[in-house]
């Protein structure tokens, strides 16, 4: 399932706690992927706290508590760790991460808590909601298989790679945009994982923002980017991508696209995804001036002349994400929509 719809039903049972009706959710998927990020996400547009608990790290005892003798009988002493109102208020996100990476003594341990939302005195609060994730058994990571009880506490989605909703992350998240343009290039690579290999860095959603990162930091150092590209994505990803980086000296005026100048669109196909993406970049930087409106129409004008009319598609498509509806009341939209009527409608 793509990212973009199992936010919807994080939230939607992030929500759901508070009629009763939350059932623990797991996801599943590889290495990389944006698991944890799609929950921590949840969590932050909420405002809430959320508790992550690693159970790869994990001993039976952190979960259960300690023992300890009250006059003739043995008490329990609960963890720090798990949610409690007077701390971390309440309502909030247990998230039980690398689950499948803990030991089955662990796992046992969990089970109560996940199902009764309980362990033995402990109660977790109504307000909070229990996600959890994992990696498949065939991805190469320490993983156990999870029993058919503990399984069958929750509700399981895989987790799929969408390069459209990466893209929207992405623009949200100012990742450069030169990365966006390769990777509208050269799709496959959001994630080349093979396990059969056991690679040590490969393209995944999660590396090519480390190497958005590599970009800020060695883009003045020839000598050093390219050997730090491939260490984050790996290097056949990481070498595509800085002979991509280096074609893009070839770019046309961008300048003179935004003021809407007559401007040739590129012949080479890599060179059309690098001034779509930095066009887009260019919408995000001019939204809240004044000459929005301007910007918006000269580069919806130039999106109408590409030789592809999908790759204008592709230019609104992402400019839509990055800044919103507000293109739909440039007049040039209008002018644009109908260019493009026989590709597709725009949604």
């Keep these: 399932m793509r990212p973009a719809h199992i936010y919807r039903i994080l939230n939607r049972e992030f929500e759901s706690a508070e009629y009763g009706h939350h059932t623990p959710v797991m996801l599943w998927g590889p290495p990389g992927v944006g698991k944890s990020q799609l929950v921590s996400q949840i969590a932050a547009n909420h405002g809430v706290n959320i508790i992550d608990i690693r159970l790869s790290q994990m001993e039976p ?4 508590g300690i023992p300890f003798r009250l006059g003739n009988s043995v008490e329990w002493a609960i963890p720090a760790l798990l949610p409690d109102t007077r701390r971390h208020g309440d309502k909030g996100i247990l998230f039980l991460d690398e689950i499948t990476s803990a030991p089955p003594t662990v796992s046992a341990a969990a089970y109560q808590l996940i199902l009764d939302r309980r362990l033995g005195e402990y109660k977790v609060p109504e307000g909070w909601v229990i996600f959890a994730a994992g990696n498949r058994h065939g991805d190469r990571g320490v993983t156990y298989v999870m029993p058919a009880p503990l399984a069958n506490r929750f509700s399981h989605y895989e987790f799929d790679v969408h390069l459209d909703d990466w893209v929207a992350w992405a623009w949200q998240n100012q990742i450069d945009e030169r990365i966006i343009a390769f990777l509208r290039f050269r799709p496959e690579l959001i994630f080349d994982f093979d396990p059969a290999h056991n690679p040590v860095s490969f393209p995944s959603p999660r590396s090519w923002e480390f190497a958005h990162r590599a970009l800020q930091k060695f883009y003045g150092n020839k000598d050093l980017l390219a050997g730090t590209l491939q260490s984050c994505v790996g290097l056949a990803a990481g070498i595509e ?15 003179a696209i935004l003021s809407g100048e007559d401007v040739a669109v590129p012949e080479e196909i890599d060179l059309q995804y690098a001034v779509a993406s930095s066009l887009v970049g260019c919408a995000i930087r001019f939204k809240n001036e004044d000459s929005a409106d301007r910007t918006f129409g000269n580069i919806l004008n130039y999106a109408g002349k590409f030789p592809q009319k999908e ?27 109908k260019h493009i009527a026989d590709v597709m409608l725009y949604a």
């Design 241 to 255: 991508l800085k002979a991509f980086i280096d074609n893009m000296d070839n770019l046309p005026d961008i300048d």
């Design 311 to 337: 790759m204008g598609v592709v230019l609104v498509a992402d400019m839509h994400r990055a800044v919103g509806e507000s293109i739909f009341s440039v007049p040039e939209f209008s002018d644009w929509s």
């Design 61 to 64: 005892s952190d979960l259960r």
